[in-house]
Nanobody, 121 residues
Framework: QVRLVESGGGLVQAGGSLRLSCAAS????????MGWYRQAPGKQRELVAA???????NYADSVKGRFTISRDNAKNTVYLQMNSLKPEDTAVYYC???????????????WGQGTQVTVSS
């Protein structure tokens, strides 16, 4: 009922930047927020950042000050600007649909296909 399509991953050197995009289609009225998760080999998937249609934000401590999430509600598209990238940011990044309850982001079971981000040292 919801389709999410990511783009923008790639290989960069430490200190470089990437911008990820995710376009949502289908039953987009069923959620009021979108987020980015990442998963590295051997590790659990973790929330990186999330944003609601009303402008609420949620960032992981490890990316605060380096990553910025934004959203174009008219286009149902969310972006993740990643600056000052570190090797530990290497992971598959997944787009997600969800909602905010208070200040907390809750993931729904809608996922993109994932895009690989690799940061070399």
């Amino acid at each position: 009922q919801v389709r999410l399509v990511e783009s923008g991953g790639g290989l960069v050197q430490a200190g470089g930047s990437l911008r990820l995009s995710c376009a949502a289609s289908g039953r987009t009225f069923s959620f009021n927020a979108m987020g980015w998760y990442r998963q590295a080999p051997g590790k659990q998937r973790e929330l990186v950042a999330a944003i609601s249609s009303g402008g609420l934000f949620n960032y992981a401590d490890s990316v605060k000050g380096r990553f910025t999430i934004s959203r174009d509600n008219a286009k149902n598209t969310v972006y993740l600007q990643m600056n000052s990238l570190k090797p530990e940011d290497t992971a598959v990044y997944y787009c997600n649909a969800g909602g905010f309850y208070g200040s907390h982001y809750i993931s729904y079971d809608y996922w993109g296909q994932g895009t690989q981000v690799t940061v070399s040292s």
